[in-house]
């Protein structure tokens, strides 16, 4: 019995009775599948997440033309590629007509799409692309011309990334870019012979084409970003400039005044001894007349310490005596009498201690109510009653005036700004009160402040008080 021995195409293949060729092919392709699969995982997560129609390309911009720019250039492109692809696959390739001219319509018209949903586009040109290649394996004409690939499928498909790279994010054109590499590693496998392989021609100008698109589309990003930020800029320059001069005027307001009321104090002190036979009455009120003048620029002097901050800490900074509160209520309370308005003080019997907000505020509320009375109601009865609730939480300020008479004198100012109940809702506000202002039914005012004996750790929400113009 003679023996010879098994060449390589008589021995099986690991016994499966496959070619060893074939065997080594599909476990190529194995190997590729599983080092693909993390990435794979990744595509399908960026996209098949589907995502709504924003602006189209270029559709902030101001002129027409360029907005309507995008659509002619998709349109071109449809209708250029439409009749050439089909051309190319029935003629060329020797695609059957029908297929052919599905196949091509798929491949170019979603391109009108891109416009304003390229991700969408995509998907239905990829797939297109897919099959075309699918179809193209056994077709007679693929020999020595381009495959997966024909040449109207790299136009149209680099048209696309285009459009991607100008509207997707970075890790979405990298999963379409990742997506048309392995569509072309996979398409190895099943190569047709004598056919010239563009899937790397495809892979690499589909990268530039995504690098350039989206490096000019952040560089436009960061340019509108930079605007924006050069925009808010000068909106704080000019609002720092207008506080700035706010401050300037406080300032030269605050000489102007001072130097005025200066001069009334000096003229109230130096009367009696300038004037002779000056009633004792007489001196008395010149001397109120000083000590309100002298107090008044005092608090100026307070207030403006407040503008000149930068100051605070440099010697000869304004004086820091302390703020006002419930107990300087009587002097203001004396002061308003000597104007010509009778006031009736109600205070607790024993002292309240109140924290140095609670105590500004209650103060200030008592002092604008009174020079509200003062302008628009002189000579008009009023009560300041400064009490606290029967659980000792809260602190009551009531500040009630009567209707002016009118024989006795005729009102300072017949319109106000507002500024003063609006001062008062800010500062109930700020300790967490509640305010309560408005006409009564006779033809009083009447100013209702409930405060906190101590202010809350952070400031409450807005007050939603219901006021009245100053009557």
């Given at each position: 019995m003679s023996t010879r021995s098994l060449t390589p195409e008589d021995e099986p293949a690991r016994g499966d009775g496959r070619p060893p060729a074939r065997a080594q092919a599909l476990r190529v392709t194995r190997r590729v599948l599983r080092a693909a699969r993390p990435p794979l995982r990744m595509l399908a997560t960026e996209l098949g997440t589907p995502n709504r129609p924003g602006t189209p390309l270029f559709g902030s911009v101001r002129r027409r033309w360029v907005r309507g720019l995008p659509y002619v250039v998709a349109f071109g492109f449809a209708v250029s590629l439409l009749p050439t692809g089909v051309h190319l696959l029935h003629h060329d390739y020797g695609m059957a007509g029908g297929l052919a001219g599905a196949l091509a319509t798929a491949q170019s018209v979603p391109l009108l799409l891109a416009v304003t949903r390229p991700l969408q586009a995509w998907?239905?040109?990829?797939?297109?692309?897919?099959?075309?290649?699918a179809t193209l394996t056994g077709a007679d004409g693929v020999a020595g011309r381009p495959w997966p690939w024909p040449v109207t499928v790299i136009v149209g498909y680099l048209a696309l990334m285009v459009a991607l790279s100008l509207r997707e994010r970075r890790r979405t054109l990298i999963a379409v870019w990742l997506t048309t590499g392995v569509a072309g590693i996979l398409s190895e496998a099943v190569a047709p012979s004598d056919s010239q392989n563009t899937w790397v021609l495809m892979f690499v100008l589909a990268g530039v084409v995504l690098l350039l698109g989206a490096a000019l589309r952040e560089r436009d990003d960061a340019q509108r970003k930079l605007q924006e930020q050069e925009?808010?800029?000068?909106?704080?320059r000019a609002r720092r400039t207008l506080l700035e001069e706010r401050t300037r005027i406080a300032r030269e307001l605050h000489d102007v005044v001072a130097h005025h009321m200066s001069v009334i104090a000096v003229q109230a002190d130096s009367a009696p001894y300038r004037i002779s036979g000056?009633?004792?009455?007489?001196?008395?009120?010149?001397?109120?007349?000083?000590?309100?003048?002298?107090?008044?620029?005092?608090?100026?002097?307070?207030?403006?310490?407040?503008?000149?901050?930068?100051?605070?800490?440099?010697p000869g900074a304004p004086e820091k005596a302390p703020q006002p509160g419930v107990g300087q209520l009587r002097k203001l309370v004396e002061a308003t009498v000597r104007a010509g308005v009778p006031v009736e003080l109600v205070l607790p019997a024993e002292p309240v201690t109140l924290e140095p907000a609670v105590d500004l505020s209650a103060y200030r509320i008592v002092q604008e109510a009174l020079a509200n009375v003062v302008r628009h109601a002189p000579g008009a009865p009023t009560r300041v009653s400064v009490t606290t609730t029967g659980d000792a939480t809260r602190l009551t300020v009531l500040?009630?005036?009567?209707?002016?008479?009118?024989?006795?004198?005729?009102?300072?100012?017949?319109?106000?700004?507002?500024?003063?109940?609006?001062?008062?809702?800010?500062?109930v506000r700020l300790v967490g009160g509640t305010l309560d202002t408005g006409p009564l039914p006779d033809g009083g005012f009447r100013v209702a402040a409930q405060l906190p004996l101590s202010a809350p750790l952070s400031p409450p929400a807005p007050l939603a008080a219901k006021d009245s113009p100053a009557p």
């Open positions: 998907w239905v040109i990829f797939t297109a692309d897919v099959l075309c290649a925009t808010i800029s000068e909106a704080e000056i009633p004792a009455q007489a001196q008395e009120e010149f001397g109120a007349i000083a000590t309100s003048a002298r107090e008044s620029l005092a608090e100026m002097r307070r207030l403006l310490g407040v503008l000149r901050s930068e100051e605070a800490e440099q500040v009630v005036n009567e209707p002016p008479a009118p024989a006795i004198s005729v009102p300072l100012e017949t319109s106000g700004t507002g500024h003063g109940l609006v001062g008062m809702r800010e500062r």
